[in-house]
């Protein structure tokens, strides 16, 4: 089965913001940020105006969905993730989104690597929108348990509502009456 992707540099579904979460595999911490922050832009009827998306820095899991546990832990606290698809960066990212952040150093390094120069003010940490905490990453949970899973996803919430403000604020976006 094929699965169709539509990029968002198509005009059909270019959103005037596009941010891409990214980690390793694209099935544990970068969807479940899809997922959180998809939410927190539907609540805010902004989805007219952003684009979310998320991949992988590597092609391990392209066309699977989220992790059993991720999917779990999000239904949980009300998100979905179940029409989600891991799929691999691709070079046309760079230029399609204007926000990239990555959940790590490792997976920012390898994006920086492969960004063009004059993109690569568009690669960021996802942590560098979190309001509680001073940690840096979102740990990879998948070789842990649920616990693990439950505290990236509080990290990737506190991240992902600072996401919005930031972007609610830079691009002057006020909630849709």
Same mark, same amino acid.
């Given at each position: 089965?094929?699965?169709?992707?539509?990029?968002?540099?198509?005009?059909?579904?270019?959103?005037?913001?596009?941010?891409?979460?990214?980690?390793?595999?694209?099935?544990?911490?970068?969807?479940?940020?899809?997922?959180?922050?998809?939410?927190?832009?539907?609540?805010?009827?902004?989805?007219?105006?952003?684009?979310?998306d998320?991949?992988?820095?590597?092609?391990?899991? #392209?066309?699977?969905?989220?992790?059993?546990?991720?999917?779990?832990?999000?239904?949980?606290?009300?998100?979905?993730?179940?029409?989600?698809?891991?799929?691999?960066?691709?070079?046309?990212?760079?230029?399609?989104?204007?926000?990239?952040?990555?959940?790590?150093?490792?997976?920012?390094?390898?994006?920086?690597?492969?960004?063009?120069?004059? %993109?690569?003010?568009?690669?960021?940490?996802?942590?560098?929108?979190?309001?509680? #905490?001073?940690?840096?990453?979102?740990?990879?949970?998948?070789?842990?348990?649920?616990d693990?899973?439950?505290?990236?996803?509080?990290?990737?919430?506190?991240?992902?509502?600072?996401?919005?403000?930031?972007? %609610? #604020?830079?691009?002057?976006?006020? #909630?849709?009456?």
């Amino acid at each position: 089965m094929q699965i169709e992707l539509k990029l968002p540099e198509d005009p059909e579904t270019r959103k005037e913001i596009n941010i891409l979460f990214v980690c390793m595999g694209n099935i544990c911490r970068s969807p479940m940020a899809h997922g959180v922050f998809q939410s927190l832009v539907e609540k805010h009827s902004l989805q007219e105006v952003i684009g979310v998306d998320s991949a992988g820095t590597y092609a391990y899991h #392209t066309g699977e969905p989220p992790d059993p546990r991720a999917r779990a832990v999000a239904a949980q606290r009300g998100y979905s993730l179940e029409s989600l698809r891991a799929r691999k960066v691709r070079t046309q990212d760079f230029t399609a989104f204007d926000l990239i952040l990555a959940m790590d150093r490792q997976n920012y390094e390898d994006l920086l690597a492969h960004c063009p120069e004059t %993109r690569k003010d568009k690669v960021r940490l996802l942590l560098d929108f979190a309001r509680r #905490t001073e940690r840096e990453e979102v740990p990879d949970p998948y070789y842990g348990g649920r616990d693990g899973f439950e505290a990236v996803l509080s990290l990737i919430e506190d991240a992902c509502s600072g996401l919005l403000e930031h972007v %609610r #604020t830079r691009h002057a976006l006020e #909630t849709p009456a």
